[in-house]
C-alpha cells in the first residue's frame, strides 16, 4: 500500500499499475508527493521473483516517462543507489530468464549449449 494515497498493490505489474494511475493525475504538490512516498514503497525484494512481463515492464518504467516521477532515470550525476540497483536488479532477472526460456526450448541433443 502507498502512504497517503488509496492505492493498493501487491506485486510488481500492480505497483506499476499504480505508478501508471500516479502519473495520470494533474500536477498538483500532493500527486508528486504521493509520486514520491509510491517510489520510496518500492517492493525491492519482488525483483528476485518477478516473472519476464513484470520485468520488462519496470524495465520500461524506470527508463523514462513523459512527465517527471521519482522512478524516472534521473539526470547525470543525480542518480540514486536505490534507482540503480533495481535497474540492474531488473535487468539481471529478465537476462536469467530468456536464458532459461532458451535453455529449456532446446533439447539435450543440440551441440552449440549444452545444459548447465
Not at 49 to 58: H, I, P, S, Y
Not at 89 to 101: T, W
Amino acid at each position: 500500500m502507498t502512504p497517503g494515497t488509496n492505492l493498493v498493490w501487491r506485486t510488481i505489474a500492480e505497483w506499476c499499475a499504480c505508478a501508471r494511475i500516479l502519473e495520470q493525475r494533474r500536477c498538483a504538490s500532493s500527486t508528486y508527493s504521493a509520486m514520491d512516498a509510491h517510489w520510496q514503497v518500492f517492493p525491492e525484494h519482488l525483483v528476485r521473483k518477478a516473472n519476464r512481463t513484470e520485468c520488462a515492464d519496470l524495465i520500461e518504467m524506470l527508463a523514462g516517462r513523459p512527465t517527471r516521477t521519482p522512478w524516472e532515470k534521473a539526470l547525470r550525476g543525480h542518480r540514486s543507489e536505490k534507482w540503480s540497483r533495481i535497474n540492474v536488479e531488473a535487468r539481471n532477472r529478465l537476462c536469467r530468464l530468456i536464458r532459461a526460456e532458451d535453455h529449456d526450448a532446446m533439447g539435450l541433443g543440440h551441440n552449440s549449449r549444452n545444459a548447465a
